[in-house]
């Protein structure tokens, strides 16, 4: 079948590639183009098309507050398209992001302890996920989960989210439980997951939560090790960084995703170091990269690496986001706060990427 238009005839395959590249909110309009089209863009097909070349292209989204008080206003970064707005307004509750993964967000309330959401931000489409059990068991110490992640599998269209932390019986000390609930969006419940961790993590830590082969994976505070949850079989597990990898005074380690596999990124004395997990059962790790910092000197202290691809690089400071083209070895700024803001731009900061998928 072929679909006709101001250049003459296509094929149904060339007028799907090239869909298969516009923003989400140009695909939506592009439905309305014709019966065909609409037909098109509804096939699994394509929707499996669509999302294998838009988890290619990596993003970044940061929260930006004037005041406590302010709406806040979310920010999303694209190496090729520019910077757009987007607002979490439609889930009708002020919420903090505490988890990206393949188009979804994990998102928590402010005014409501335990009341979690998951949304796609770009469709406007969200659950609420159902509340826990156990109503007399509290994370330590303030009530929040340590840990949050979210795994979202576009192929098998579903996702989980995970809370995990040290827990407390009410009226009683912690004994130094770690407690971990599952949610299950096909099942619609959590399960409970109970054993013994002596971990801390520091806040880009708990941010930089990577999904990748079934497994959720967070580095310790310590930059020791990451912390696997298996999420195929619910286990807990240590996985080793680089051998070579220096941990030392002066060092920060973050944990990323890099074309689908692990990425170790260390900035230490002017360089920022890229490792690659090249096999991931044997925990091999290599060396990818060297990022000379010497241009962006006077921000190093307080830069961090948000999300990339072999590409590029995003970074966020306390108020920009850059971007450094692997290839053309070229820094360039791509958001700034004009005004204000109560936080830094890296403390919200978050990987993202568009995607077709329905959490209701």
């Known amino acids: 079948m ?3 238009g101001a250049a003459g005839f296509f094929p149904d395959e060339v007028v799907i590639q090239i869909l298969s590249r516009l923003p989400i909110k140009s695909l939506f309009r592009a439905r309305t183009v014709c019966k065909l089209w609409h ?3 509804s096939e699994d097909y394509f929707v499996r098309l669509y999302n294998e070349v838009s988890v290619r292209n990596s993003m970044v989204v940061v929260e930006v507050s004037e005041s406590l ?43 409501g302890k335990g009341v979690h959401y998951v ?35 576009l192929s ?11 827990h407390r019986t ?29 971990d801390h993590f520091t806040h880009m830590s708990k941010n930089q939560v990577v999904f990748v082969n079934g497994a959720l994976h967070w580095l310790t505070g310590s930059s020791a090790y990451v912390l696997v949850l298996d999420l195929r079989c619910d286990v807990w597990r240590k996985m080793s960084l680089p051998e070579q990898l220096n941990c030392g005074a002066g060092s920060r380690v973050h944990l990323l995703e890099l074309d689908g596999g692990l990425s170790i990124i260390q900035i230490l004395e002017g360089w920022l170091i890229i490792w690659a997990l090249k096999d991931y059962e044997m925990e091999n790790w290599q060396v990818v990269d060297r990022v000379s910092l010497r241009c962006i000197r006077g921000l190093v202290p307080g830069i961090f690496p948000i999300s990339q691809t072999s590409e590029y690089l995003f970074l966020a400071t306390h108020k920009q986001v850059l971007v450094y083209q ?25 990987a993202f990427r568009c995607a077709i998928f329905s959490c209701k």
């Open 2 to 4: 072929k679909c006709q």
């Open 39 to 41: 037909r098109l863009l």
């Open 69 to 111: 008080d302010s709406v806040p206003t979310f920010i999303c970064v694209d190496s090729s398209r520019g910077v757009s707005e987007f607002s979490l307004g439609f889930l009708n509750d002020r919420v903090k992001v505490r988890a990206s993964c393949n188009g979804l967000l994990c998102c928590s309330s402010i005014p």
């Open 119 to 153: 949304c796609n931000p770009v469709t406007r489409e969200y659950r609420l996920l159902p509340r826990r059990e156990r109503p007399m068991n509290r994370f330590h110490p303030d009530g929040e989960a340590t840990l949050v992640g979210l795994a979202c599998d």
């Open 156 to 166: 098998a269209r579903n996702f989980s989210v995970v809370l995990a932390g040290h």
């Open 170 to 198: 009410f009226g009683h000390r912690p004994d130094g439980t770690f407690i971990c609930f599952v949610y299950d969006s096909e099942s619609n419940k959590w399960r409970r997951i109970v054993s013994f961790q002596d």
């Open 326 to 350: 692997r290839k053309s070895r070229v820094w360039k700024e791509m958001y700034s706060v004009k005004n204000g803001s109560t936080l830094p731009l890296w403390f919200s900061a978050h």
